[in-house]
């Protein structure tokens, strides 16, 4: 068996608000799968924003946010306790598995949340000399499955994976791995080719028999 070593837990998060037949959460299975194919003693932690988002940043919690933690109140304190847990799982977490539809040319609603609520400072990112920022999540790996009708990945359009390479590349995650099913309402043939070309690319990339057999780590 291949070494995943120090890769030990695996965030699972989907924030598709369809839950039946969503193309971003088989697919991001789909990487799950292969994960735990490879190395069955990661611990998985899962968040599902399709389900349950955190809501909008209030008042209390942008400005706790932006308080040193000695100067918060008691009420920014317990404001922030939705933040801290998400912010606590993220950090815990060695690699990060995501699932997300393109809504109106970006993330969800549901995920914008999610991204609020863990880009804090002193926990994901820090200041440094010069007025400098600096991301502290750079140990992790990251993998994005998207599903979109169209086919505007890539282009002057998306603002789905240029805003996600911007957030990620902000906590200090330079290498996103992305899959991508689109044209999935171009007919029901290239809706069922985008599907699988997409799992066949998160098969390929993990390729878990060859990495097995060759005790490599394709977790790179
Ligand atoms: C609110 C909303 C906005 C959408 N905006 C876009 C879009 O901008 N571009 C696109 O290609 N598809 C768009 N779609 C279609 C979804 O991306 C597509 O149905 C995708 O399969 C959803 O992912 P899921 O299968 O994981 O639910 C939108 C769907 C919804 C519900």
Redesign the pocket.
Known sequence: MCDLTPFTTVLHIDC???TAD????RLSQAVVDQLFTLEPGLQLLRRDLGIEAPPPVNDTEAEAFFTPPPHRTAGQVTALADSDTLTEELLSADILVLGT?????NVPASLKAWIDYVVRPGKTFRRVANGNLEGLCGDKKVYVCT????K?IGTGMDHLRPYLDVIFGFIGIGNVVYFDAEG?AWGEQERERSINAAVESIHQHFDVSRHSDAGQNPVE
Do not use: C, E, I
């Open positions: 598709s608000a369809r969503s193309v971003s959460r539809p393109m809504y109106n040319f599903a979109s009708s169209g505007s999935l």
